[in-house]
């Protein structure tokens, strides 16, 4: 089983940057996952997609509201992926989650095998 741990989340000020981590445990080859993504949900909101990145390729996917302000990247020797979040507005507030999948980068969370706990990103002055 895949695991997925966050990190990087806050409070931050309108304007501010923060850069979140997933952490993926296990061997990602073993677990044959292909792509990783990031998503979040706002309270009432539906969970929304933001980026992804496919494993082992130079595939990444981005969404076009963040675009020009978020990125994503990955660490291949850690198994991590990162958000680097600039110019963040107070609707960037929400829970950020982590995803898997065992096949390419998709938007659809439903098409995401495994998930994080998430990690709560709050932009407020």
């Known amino acids: 089983q895949v695991q997925l741990v966050e990190s990087g989340g806050g409070l931050v000020q309108p304007g501010g940057s923060l850069t979140l981590s997933c952490a993926a445990s296990?061997?990602?080859?073993?677990?044959?996952?292909?792509?990783m993504a990031w998503f979040r949900q706002a309270p009432g909101r539906e969970r929304e997609f933001l980026a992804a990145?496919?494993?082992?390729?130079?595939?990444?996917r981005l969404a076009d509201s963040v675009k020009g302000r978020f990125t994503i990247s990955r660490d291949d020797a850690k198994n991590t992926i990162y958000l680097q979040m600039y110019n963040l507005e107070p609707e960037d507030t929400a829970v950020y989650y982590c995803a898997a999948r065992k096949r390419g980068a998709t938007t659809g969370p439903n098409e995401y095998d495994y998930w994080g706990r998430g990690t709560q990103v709050s932009v407020s002055s």
């Open positions: 296990g061997t990602i080859f073993m677990h044959r996952i292909a792509a």
């Open positions: 990145v496919a494993w082992g390729a130079p595939v990444t």
